[in-house]
């Protein structure tokens, strides 16, 4: 590794050149990674206060993980799994033995599993605001018992037509319980943990919700067939409750003041960024103090500031861009699941109760992206800082979206291919096919959350909004109807067009790729950049 490391001479030259184009003054996302001996330094600085959550002990941020991964999994499970027993849940609201009328159309029994992903999305811009008025961790909390809440209320749900309104209805709230973990789940990681970590802990957190969707989805079709759809959730509603719990005991506020300088990796002192820290003498709170249930570095206007950077950064080009093609693997990604089911029952005569096995490629796709994505895009984004003289630009992430976004364009164009001639391929294949959007999908949600926040940290709330919510938004308006785009196109024309759309945003990324860092310092002259101009310029002062 010695001939890997930073010469002095390096960084020497990397630091003047950053403080040439004024990185000092701005949150322009340049960031130098390493230090002279080749170490880590510390992206943002830590603060000296021994209460900083960046300073927490590395056991303590395990442990939140571990909750929040524990959260995200039941809230995706709860919101995705549905899947796998749409044609079980088909055969219950249609049966005429209990209606009065005409039934309900597919398109609307489908809703169960469209509408969430829209008010996910929702969920993420709320919970987020309201983190910044409040605090992460009542906000945390309250989320976690929405969901837990809703689960009773889908499993108990009754009314017209057998309850399938007042099941949607629950499953549209626990969307925006949800969508904590599309947004404020991201915040809290990068809020204790430094840049160059943050890949693998983000990848951890989607592909353990992708694992445990996958596994509850597998099992959900014997389930319901075995003791009834309602149990599905029952089963749901234990897994959210001790989530919920765990949230009570171990996740601790998080919100933290912090200055442009701090977010991008200079140290005023320089006392002490490089390496892990060890927590400084000092007065160092008590655990009470860190569960509390307020936030003294939250408030209205830091709420108010966050929801005009929100408008202003949602027009910046590379932000438009990355969510637009997120999204598109979120849309694709919820089509094939939805109606896959169907057409394992008609197409290759499966039986209903083993629909769930639909699933298990997903899982595989989410074991997989935690190496590959985590692991190996962390290694990536270093072995690039260290080539570029120890200095980080958010466009190295981009060169990890290499191959999820080949190997979901291939998923999605044989997907359609082979699920238009089920009598010619085997069902391994729209299966396999599966596995490879799914996978393109996790490493899809890590990349571009990291990508926004490097590219703005003094905005970073801001990006996890636009990019955790607008994501699942416009995701929910491409899969939305995808019963009828099928019926008129076919799997083959649908998923073609998918691919179409995803293919053109995959060639863009060669201009953010390339010209993203001149993008970037042209935007930090744009007047309406900032919302304020003070040096301060984190989102919690």
């Known amino acids: 590794m010695a001939e890997e490391k930073v010469t002095e ?9 950053l403080e040439k184009q004024g990185t000092q003054q701005t949150g322009n996302g340049t960031v130098q990674l390493f230090a002279a001996d080749g170490e880590f330094r510390l992206v943002p600085v830590p603060s000296q206060d021994p209460n900083d959550p960046l300073r927490l002990p590395e056991w303590r941020k395990w442990m939140i993980l571990a909750t929040v991964c524990l959260f995200s999994a039941a809230g995706m499970t709860a919101a995705n799994s549905i899947a796998s027993i749409i044609p079980n849940l088909e055969m219950y609201y249609t049966n005429p033995a209990y209606i009065h009328g005409p039934p309900p159309s597919s398109q609307s029994i489908s ?9 996910i999305g929702i969920g993420a811009i ?3 605001i309201a983190a910044q008025a409040v605090g992460t961790r009542p906000v945390m909390i309250f989320e976690a018992a929405l969901v837990a809440t809703c689960i009773v209320w889908a499993a108990v749900s009754r009314g017209k037509d057998r309850g399938l309104y007042s099941h949607i209805a629950s499953r549209c709230i626990l969307g925006l319980g949800a969508g904590a973990g599309e947004s404020l789940v991201p915040l809290i990681m ?5 840049l160059h970590k943050r890949n693998s802990r983000l990848s951890l957190i989607w592909a353990s919700g992708g694992i ?4 509850m989805g597998s099992a959900a079709s014997y389930i319901v067939t075995d003791i009834g759809w309602r149990w599905y959730y029952w089963i749901l509603f234990i897994f959210s409750a001790i989530s919920l719990s765990l949230i009570i005991i171990f996740t601790p506020e998080t919100t933290w003041p912090r200055t442009v300088e701090d977010l991008n990796g200079i140290s005023r002192t320089d006392a002490d960024g490089f390496a892990e820290p060890v927590r400084p003498s000092g007065h160092d709170k008590s655990y009470w103090y860190s569960v509390r249930l307020y936030s003294e570095h939250a408030g209205k206007r830091a709420a108010w500031l966050s929801i005009m950077d929100l408008i202003r950064s949602a027009i910046f080009p590379n932000i438009i861009w990355l969510v637009f093609l997120n999204a598109c693997f979120i849309g694709v990604t919820v089509s094939a699941s939805l109606v896959i089911g169907t057409l394992l029952i008609e197409g290759w005569y499966w039986e209903p109760q083993n629909v769930g096995l639909l699933q298990v490629p997903l899982a595989v796709g989410s074991i997989i992206a935690i190496p590959i994505i985590g692991i190996g895009g962390d290694w990536v984004i270093s072995k690039m800082a260290t080539r570029n003289g120890g200095i980080h630009e958010p466009e190295h992430q981009l060169v990890n979206m290499i191959l999820p976004f080949i190997v979901g364009f291939l998923g999605t164009v044989c997907f359609g291919i082979v699920c238009s001639n089920p009598e010619k391929y085997h069902w391994i294949l729209p299966l396999l096919f599966m596995g490879f959007m799914f996978f393109s999908l996790i490493a899809t949600n890590v990349i571009t959350t990291t990508y926004a926040i490097g590219c703005f940290p003094d905005l970073a709330p801001s990006m996890v909004i636009i990019v955790g919510s607008y994501r699942n938004i416009i995701g929910f308006g491409i899969s939305y109807g995808v019963d009828s785009f099928v019926a008129k196109a076919g799997y083959n024309g649908a998923f073609g067009t998918y691919a179409g759309i995803m293919g053109l945003l995959g060639l863009t990324s060669f201009y953010f790729y390339f010209g993203g860092k001149a993008l970037r310092q042209r935007m930090n002259n744009w007047p309406f950049r900032y919302s304020r101009v003070e040096s301060v310029a984190h989102w919690r002062n």
Do not use: H, K, R, W
Request: charged share 5%; proline share 3%.
């Open 126 to 128: 709320m919970c987020t």
């Open 190 to 194: 990068q809020d204790i943990n430094y």
């Open 111 to 119: 809703q169960l599993g469209t509408f969430p992903s829209l008010f």
């Open 212 to 215: 445990a969707s996958s596994a």
């Open 9 to 17: 001479f390096q960084v020497e030259n990397a630091s003047a050149s």
